[in-house]
Nanobody, 114 residues
Framework: QVQLVESGGGLVQAGGSLRLSCAAS????????MGWFRQAPGKQRELVAR???????NYADAVKGRFTISRDNAKNIVYLQMNSLKPEDTAVYYC????????WGQGTQVTVSS
C-alpha cells in the first residue's frame, strides 16, 4: 500500500503562486511514476504533471511554462510549484502514485480569484 498526503492548497489572487506538496509513505519503493491531477467542479479529473524515473517530466499544455513538478527522493515528497496562477486553475488537486495500481491522495483545494 501507498499513502499520499497533500498539502499547500489555498486561496490566491490571479498572478500569484502556490506550492503543493505530496508526502508518500508505505511501499514507496514500488512507485514508478508520480503526478498531480486536478478536478474542477463539473469537470473530469485531468492530468496536470507527471514525473518519472530519471526526473523526466511532462505537463498538460494548459500549465506548461507556469507549473513545475519536482521531487525529493530522500523524503519521498513530490512538489508542484504553480506560478502565474489563473482563475481557470481553480480545482481540487490530487497527488497520484502509480505502483501495481493507482494510489490517490485526499486532494487539496486551490482557489484562484480574479
Amino acid at each position: 500500500q501507498v499513502q499520499l498526503v497533500e498539502s499547500g492548497g489555498g486561496l490566491v489572487q490571479a498572478g500569484g503562486s502556490l506550492r503543493l506538496s505530496c508526502a508518500a509513505s508505505g511501499s514507496t519503493f514500488s512507485i514508478s511514476v508520480m503526478g498531480w491531477f486536478r478536478q474542477a467542479p463539473g469537470k473530469q479529473r485531468e492530468l496536470v504533471a507527471r514525473i518519472y524515473s530519471g526526473d523526466l517530466t511532462n505537463y498538460a499544455d494548459a500549465v506548461k511554462g507556469r507549473f513545475t513538478i519536482s521531487r525529493d527522493n530522500a523524503k519521498n515528497i513530490v512538489y508542484l510549484q504553480m506560478n502565474s496562477l489563473k482563475p481557470e486553475d481553480t480545482a481540487v488537486y490530487y497527488c497520484n502514485a502509480l505502483s501495481y495500481r493507482d494510489f490517490w491522495g485526499q486532494g487539496t483545494q486551490v482557489t484562484v480569484s480574479s
